[in-house]
């Protein structure tokens, strides 16, 4: 058996399951101190350079943050919750969406580079069907409080 597996073992072993979704989840402290909740299930690729080729292979122990996967994560999130246009108790994508729905209402005021943003973020949402990330969403938010919304 190799370190690797020796240390998979030992993960499974403290697995717990999430009070939402009931997902396998690790509770962990980074290297900050600050706790996070990692999704033992997401597959994670490591992508690295092959002389100039780029390869991508399942990484041996690294893992998602669950908050990423949760279907109810802003349930577990005050500042989504609290700040968003969307209805209480509205998944991660649905908070997003009605966010950046609102965004696109906003017909004047926004420089240049906030009217790119929003452009993007819309494809990103929208058009994908993806949630934002932490920093894109606190962007959300400034832009919509700064106009009123």
């Known amino acids: ?19 939402s979704c009931g997902r396998k989840v ?23 350079d092959q002389s100039g ?9 690294t893992y998602v943050s669950h908050f990423a996967t949760c279907p109810q994560a ?20 649905e ?10 209402e906003i017909e004047e005021g926004l420089s240049e580079w906030e009217v790119g943003f929003v452009e993007s973020v819309h494809e990103w949402v929208v058009d994908k069907k993806r949630c934002l990330s932490d920093k894109q969403r606190a962007r959300v938010q400034k832009i919509l409080e700064e106009h009123g919304r």
């Open 1 to 19: 058996m190799t370190d690797v597996d020796d240390l998979r073992q030992q993960i499974a072993g403290k697995a717990a399951q999430c009070k």
């Open 26 to 48: 690790l509770f962990v402290a980074d290297d900050g101190g600050k706790n996070q909740v990692l999704d033992l299930v997401a597959p994670v690729y490591a992508v690295c």
């Open 53 to 61: 080729t780029l390869m991508a292979g399942r990484a041996a122990v």
């Open 74 to 93: 802003t349930q577990h999130s005050k500042t989504s919750a609290e700040t968003s246009t969307a209805a209480p108790g509205a998944s991660r994508y």
């Open 95 to 104: 908070l997003d969406d009605a966010d950046v729905k609102a965004l696109c």
